[in-house]
């Protein structure tokens, strides 16, 4: 089977740049979604990278199931961006308004930081382990 993380990954980094331009329009739904999907293709990237099957949404699960330890930082900010996969889309995700109601700048802000690090963080275990596989 042919090794498909770095299309995960690139995928990634274009859905962060579709929620900074969610940011920039004011759509902030969109942004905070599209942060929680940028997370979750960067994890799936880095669990196809280490040659394991990967299925599943939550950011914190897939954090959980790596076979290394993780920053807290890091677990933070997935579960942070857990709270956007569902309510972000769907009108019944709150009692009453559409979700473009709930969500306001500062949310897709933090939302895209967290994103952010959790990228940076793929892309240096992704570095790491390549460079120990070229190893002494």
């Known amino acids: 089977m042919p090794d498909r993380s770095r299309d995960w990954f ?61 920053p807290e930082e890091i677990r933070e900010g997935a579960y942070v961006l857990d709270t956007y996969y569902i309510p972000t889309r769907y009108p019944n995700g709150f009692p009453e308004g559409a979700p473009f109601e709930h969500y306001h700048r500062k949310q897709a802000e933090e939302a895209i930081e967290h994103a952010r690090k959790i990228l940076e963080f793929v892309r240096f275990k992704m570095a790491e382990k390549r460079g120990s596989a070229s190893g002494p």
């Open 10 to 70: 690139r995928q990634a980094e274009r859905d962060l740049s579709h929620a900074e331009k969610s940011l920039r329009d004011e759509e902030y739904e969109w942004a905070c979604f599209a942060a929680q999907q940028a997370a979750e293709k960067a994890l799936k990237a880095l669990h196809l990278f280490l040659g394991q099957d990967v299925w599943g949404h939550v950011l914190v699960k897939l954090l959980e199931e790596l076979p290394f330890p993780v």
